[in-house]
C-alpha cells in the first residue's frame, strides 16, 4: 500500500459472525484495521451481518506498522500467534505489507443487544 489510508471512524465496527462469537467468549477484545483510523466517539456499536449485537467502549486506540504487530495485541485479537493474526490480516488486506500502518482499537463491552449462541 503506497499511500496511508486515513478514515474516521463513525459509531460501528463490523464484524463477521465467527469474531462476534469470540468476542462473546471473551476472547477477542481488540481489532486491528488498515490504515489510520480515527475514532469519533468513545462509545461504538458492533455490527454484525447489518444488525447492531453490542454496544462497547473504546479503551485506547494506538497506531503502528504491521510489522510492530506482536504476541500481546494477536492474543487480544483472538488469535494464539502473531503468525495467525498476520496470516487473517493478510486474507483480508491482500497487498498488506510490513510497512504499512494499522491502528488497533481496543474496546470492552457494555452491554449486549443481541448475544450469540457460544458454545
Sequence with gaps: MSDTRRVKLGRKLRFNPELIREIARGRKTCTVRLGIVEPTSRTVVLYCKGRPVAVAE??????MKV????EGIARLDGFSSREELLERLTKIYPYLTPDDWVTVIKFRIIRWIRRPRVR
Design 58 to 63: 473504546i479503551e485506547y486506540v494506538r497506531y
Design 67 to 70: 510489522r510492530e504487530l506482536g
